[in-house]
T-cell receptor, first 112, second 112 residues
Framework: ETGVTQSPTHLIKTRGQQVTLRCSSQSGHNTVSWYQQALGQGPQFIFQYYREEENGRGNFPPRFSGLQFPNYSSELNVNALELDDSALYLC???????????FGQGTRLTVV | AQSVTQLDSQVPVFEEAPVELRCNYSSSVSVYLFWYVQYPNQGLQLLLKYLSGSTLVKGINGFEAEFNKSQTSFHLRKPSVHISDTAEYFCAVHTGGFKTIFGAGTRLFVKA
């Protein structure tokens, strides 16, 4: 058991709406990364947070934003949802940068 | 820029037969290499990793992989597969810093 938990597990939203996904890191981990996994594809890096600061970002538009809290839990926010945002969103936590990351079970987002 | 190519999108194999899932990567710097497994509707589970040292890496569930720097490959092998090994397998590369790059995945289908 990895100890990384994500909520909710499934979510249905309408195009144009906003969504917040949550991730609780494994105990002792200060680094959180978010990935988008579209159906039939590998995970794509969205961004990473280290000690509450964004530490790096993939090729995603600004309507994808995040937060990391003092307890190192994290949120992924997506504004103005599009149909192509439908995917499995994965959170991964690590004890530090460049160390092994542990993945949560993911949140399945469906945009209709 | 780094990239990962998984050469087979699907690999069907009979139970108790050996299997090899192929992965090639491209990077101009030293890399860390990983194989993950994803069962339906679940997150990613780490099978094994290469950070440094011995090029033959053993992981969980009887899997192993060999790092070949000259051929920039990191193929995953198992001498005898089980029905329960049916899943999606992802090769990934991490170059230090904040981003892990995943391949598109290989679906292993084990037949009775």
């Amino acid at each position: 058991e990895t100890g990384v938990t994500q909520s909710p597990t499934h979510l249905i939203k309408t195009r144009g709406q906003q969504v917040t996904l949550r991730c609780s890191s494994q105990s002792g981990h200060n680094t959180v990364s978010w990935y988008q996994q579209a159906l039939g594809q590998g995970p794509q890096f969205i961004f990473q947070y280290y000690r509450e600061e964004e530490n790096g970002r993939g090729n995603f538009p600004p309507r994808f934003s995040g937060l990391q809290f003092p307890n190192y839990s994290s949120e992924l926010n997506v504004n103005a949802l599009e149909l192509d945002d439908s995917a499995l969103y994965l959170c991964a936590s690590a004890a530090a940068m460049n160390t092994e990351a542990f993945f949560g079970q993911g949140t399945r987002l469906t945009v209709v | 820029a780094q990239s990962v190519t998984q050469l087979d999108s699907q690999v069907p194999v009979f139970e108790e037969a050996p299997v090899e899932l192929r992965c090639n990567y491209s990077s101009s710097v030293s890399v860390y290499l990983f194989w993950y497994v994803q069962y339906p509707n679940q997150g990613l589970q780490l099978l094994l990793k290469y950070l440094s040292g011995s090029t033959l890496v053993k992981g969980i569930n009887g899997f192993e992989a060999e790092f070949n720097k000259s051929q920039t490959s990191f193929h995953l092998r198992k001498p005898s597969v089980h029905i329960s090994d049916t899943a999606e397998y992802f090769c990934a590369v991490h170059t230090g810093g904040f981003k892990t790059i995943f391949g598109a995945g290989t679906r292993l289908f084990v037949k009775a």
